[in-house]
């Protein structure tokens, strides 16, 4: 139902837009997020947006570097990335909640995406 796309390889100093789709139902009134994981560590929190994009929260480790956004008309989540570090290397996941309020925990989202590779070299 949650399909991240638009992972890949990039040099250090690039930039890389992921998106997530939805299909099967419209998700635009749920808060979502994205989170990654790199082998050997645990799934981490990187941004999150309320329902309507009137709220957002992005961890310390990418703010001023990544933007989350939405776009409810076409049931889209993004996640533009820039200043890419070798560091931000991870399996990058889609989520969303059922509930109204806005999380950092991924043990509180319900929906999952299936995962976007992100590479960066230095």
């Known amino acids: 139902q949650l399909q991240a796309s638009g992972g890949g390889l990039v040099q250090a100093g690039g930039s890389l837009r992921l998106s997530c789709a939805a299909s099967g139902r419209t998700f635009s009134s749920y808060p979502m997020g994205w989170f990654r994981q790199a082998p050997g560590k645990e799934r981490e929190f990187v941004a999150a947006?309320?329902?309507?994009?009137?709220?957002?929260f992005t961890a310390d480790s990418v703010k001023g570097r990544f933007t989350i956004s939405r776009d409810n008309t076409k049931n889209t989540l993004y996640l533009q990335m820039n200043s890419l570090k070798p560091e931000d290397t991870a399996v990058y996941y889609c989520a969303a909640r059922q509930r109204t309020t806005v999380t950092m925990y991924s043990y509180e989202y319900d929906y999952w995406g299936q995962g976007t590779q992100v590479t960066v070299s230095s």
């Open positions: 947006i309320s329902w309507n994009g009137g709220s957002t």
